[in-house]
């Protein structure tokens, strides 16, 4: 028994001797298996349009078939907030499809709402038929520019208005309902 314990334990520090030779701990490897460029990007996401029942799946390659439209966002950033004693604003440029041209692109004439699911967090997102339309609102998966945008796995595509106001920008997109 001893023997095993020498052996479990002399693992375990060459595991911790080899992390930090490379520099690299278990969270930071895990944080590069989710980063993405742009040039390796391909998403998709569910959309279920309440009036007919049915689930279309849009894609990047559908999004990219249109003008690429920017909107600028306003997002909680909540690190560090216990220590700054509230959170902190951030402003940030989403770049994507408008959301009405999505909505047209899948024969969706006319609604009166939708539902964003988030994939990392329990929260739907409700945008009344304002915020919909207006034409900074927008999927997007790129962020200032240059960036996937930050926080998006798994979905790695964005939901984001700047007319929805602080709260409302979704940044891990899971689903779409449409209600009618």
């Given at each position: 028994m001893k023997r095993v314990i020498s052996i479990v334990l002399l693992a375990m520090m060459l595991c911790a001797m080899f992390a930090s030779c490379t520099g690299t701990t278990p969270d930071q490897l895990e944080a590069e298996k989710k980063a993405m460029t742009l040039d390796e990007l391909d998403w998709s996401i569910p959309i279920v349009i309440e009036a007919t029942g049915e689930t279309v799946t849009y894609t990047m390659a559908q999004a990219e078939a249109h003008e690429l439209a920017k909107t600028y966002i306003s997002a909680y950033q909540f690190e560090n907030a216990q220590a700054q004693g509230a959170p902190q604003v951030t402003t940030l440029?989403?770049?994507?499809?408008?959301?009405?041209?999505?909505?047209?692109?899948?024969g969706v004439a006319d609604c009166s709402s939708i539902t964003v699911e988030h994939n990392n967090m329990p929260d739907l997102f409700e945008y009344d038929?304002?915020?919909?339309?207006?034409d900074g609102t927008i999927i997007g998966w790129i962020q200032n520019k240059t960036l996937v945008v930050e926080d998006s796995y798994p979905s790695y595509v964005a939901f984001g208005s700047s007319e929805a106001g602080v709260h409302d920008f979704c940044h891990s997109i899971k689903q779409i309902t449409v209600h009618p």
């Open positions: 440029i989403l770049e994507g499809v408008k959301f009405a041209d999505v909505l047209e692109e899948i038929k304002e915020v919909v339309y207006h």
